[in-house]
């Protein structure tokens, strides 16, 4: 049987667009559950890949299973300054500074997104690469926030859970304020 190319595109498409759909919605779903940890042994490494390649080429620098509507712990990241990534299964904050710092970041679950959020100035985290190698990470800047960010995620919670506003910003307007009251 023949079918007609532009019915046949048709066709396509829609089911294109179903499958789409499909993913987005599991996507939603997965981004609000409390991850289950990987069983002892579990082969990381597929999802592993997969999830650097969509970190990768969406220009990230850390991914959660779960953005890919996968609700398991399992996150992956890169540390840019010192050229290294990381695998990390069943992650878990074991130490964390009780000082959090502010600082801006985006999700690329959120496209478009850049939200203030505070977290902790450094954190020691431990959990196991993708050959069940146990690991832990002492983290500071940037890497200690990338780890914040991605874990928050395998409890189902988002960086806009936690927005808070600029503290800088309220003391420059004072100050402003208070400049030209004086002037
Ligand atoms: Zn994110």
Redesign the pocket.
């Known amino acids: 049987m023949r079918l007609d190319v532009a019915v046949a595109h048709g066709l396509l498409a829609s089911a294109q667009a179903r499958l789409a759909r499909k993913a987005h919605e599991e996507i939603q779903v997965a981004l609000r559950q409390v991850a289950a940890p990987l069983e002892r042994g579990e082969d990381a490494r597929p999802l592993a890949a997969e999830m650097i390649r969509t970190m990768i080429e969406g220009g990230?620098i850390?991914?959660?299973a779960p953005?890919l509507g996968v609700s398991k712990r399992l996150i992956v990241g890169l540390h840019q300054s010192e050229g290294w990534s990381f695998v990390l299964i069943n992650p878990v904050i074991t130490k964390r500074d009780k000082h959090r710092v502010w600082g801006r970041?985006?999700?690329?679950?959120?496209p478009g997104k850049l939200v203030g959020v505070r977290r902790h100035k450094t954190v020691t985290v431990e959990g196991h690469d993708v050959e069940w190698k146990p690991v832990r990470i002492k983290a500071r800047g940037l890497l200690a926030r990338v780890l914040q960010?991605?874990i928050?995620?395998l409890d189902g919670r988002?960086?806009t859970d936690g927005e808070e506003p600029d503290p800088s910003r309220g003391t420059r307007e004072r100050k402003l304020e208070h400049v030209v009251y004086e002037t």
């Open positions: 990230g850390g991914l959660a953005q970041e985006g999700c690329l679950s959120l960010h991605e928050d995620h988002l960086m």
